[in-house]
């Protein structure tokens, strides 16, 4: 059984190294790739369901690495979506947890969630690879970091036919697991004037080097440019906002209040804890903004930054003149803050933290960056 594969991986210490091949291997053959999108995410993201959008993506996530917590799963958030490499071990359990969550987007949320599993020697067959590598950001954080081409065609082979959509019927005996799954923070202020929600796609890979170098003379290294500093980082308190993760687990507006006003109780606790800094509590926003992930890769960068304006105008500047010498194509979404939807595997100690722009963020600097393609 090939099931450690990624558990095994090397892991590179900076985002430097995306283009050293030494770090990647070929995903096994034998594995499948999960792939999960909001359907009309851009309308949803209109109609103010960002918060919603973006719980879904996560729930697509957290419901397959609760199959076999024994196994490391690697995946890639994008927003209104994610992808998921799995082995074939779990993927029987894997139809049901995508068929449990698109009814869940459905009936909690009125998302229509696209859910599909394809095989990674098709991804060969079809001239793509799958290479992944690990990319340690912190030592509670490893995330996965995936090139080739096949996740771009496994997404275009899911929007294009149906012959990849889960078709199975759901097993009303499958228990769905979901525990871990967090949305208790308030919208997270930007540290500077505005935050970016960046997308890059070089046409040739051995360009991103120098795109890292170019954005850290622009915008400052990781640290000076991260998007949540410890002081922005507030509870909510807000029915609306808590309403979102209550809404997962029923329909009933009485127990979604009920729900919500056990959030409220745990959060005032946990305010109070971090406030007085009791025990393990004192370090707990620090271990937000360490597990955060504001910066990946998979076959593009994909960036939430902080920025001032004169920043903002020389990051556009640069990125159209990488665009108009046919270096990249890219994607930008502006915003005043950021949203942090969280899976908790250990309080003190394991964290994942989506962070994605409020008011589009991903889903509308992807199609920002597609709509470049029709610039003259």
Aim: hydrophobic share 40%; net charge positive.
């Amino acid at each position: 059984m090939n099931e450690n594969f990624y558990l095994n991986l090397k892991v590179m210490d900076n985002l430097y190294s995306i283009t050293n091949n030494e770090f990647y291997e070929d995903a096994p053959k034998d594995w499948f790739v999960v792939v999960s999108d909001v359907i009309d995410s851009t309308r949803a993201i209109e109609e103010g369901k960002y918060k919603e959008v973006n719980m879904v993506g996560a729930l697509s996530i957290i419901s397959i690495l609760n199959i076999a917590k024994n196994i490391d799963i690697p995946f890639v958030f994008g927003g209104d979506g994610s992808f998921l490499l799995i082995p074939k071990s779990i993927y029987k359990q894997s139809t049901q947890a995508l068929l449990a969550v698109k009814k869940i987007a459905m009936e909690s949320y009125s998302l229509n969630l696209r859910v599909g599993i394809i095989s990674i020697e098709e991804v060969y067959k079809r001239n793509k690879q799958i290479l992944i590598t690990k990319y340690k950001v912190s030592k509670d954080y490893t995330q996965a970091l995936i090139k080739g081409g096949g996740l771009e065609l496994c997404d275009n082979l899911l929007k294009s036919s149906d012959k990849y959509l889960i078709k199975e019927k759901i097993d009303e005996s499958f228990k769905l697991d979901i525990s871990g799954l967090e949305c208790r923070w308030k919208a997270i202020k930007t540290p500077k004037e505005e935050n970016l929600s960046i997308i890059i796609k070089a046409f040739d890979e051995s360009h991103y080097e120098k795109i890292l170098k170019d954005l850290d003379g622009i915008l400052g290294n990781n640290t000076l440019r991260h998007p949540i500093i410890n002081e922005n980082l507030k509870l909510s308190f807000k029915n609306k906002e808590l309403n979102v993760e209550a809404s997962i687990y029923t329909k009933n507006i009485i127990m979604r209040f009920l729900i919500s006003t056990k959030f409220k109780l745990i959060n005032a606790l946990g305010a109070y804890l971090m406030k007085e800094k009791v025990s393990l509590w004192g370090e707990y926003k620090d271990r937000i903004i360490s597990t955060s992930d504001t910066e990946k890769f998979d076959d593009m960068l994909r960036m939430i930054v902080a920025t001032d304006y004169l920043q903002t105008t020389a990051l556009e500047k640069y990125l159209e003149s990488e665009f108009l010498n046919k270096n990249i194509q890219y994607g930008l979404h502006k915003s005043d803050s950021s949203l942090m939807t969280c899976i908790i595997f250990q309080r003190h100690g394991k964290h994942i933290h989506f962070v994605d722009g409020s008011n589009g963020g991903y889903a509308s600097a992807s199609k920002n960056l597609k709509e470049s393609l029709t610039k003259k």
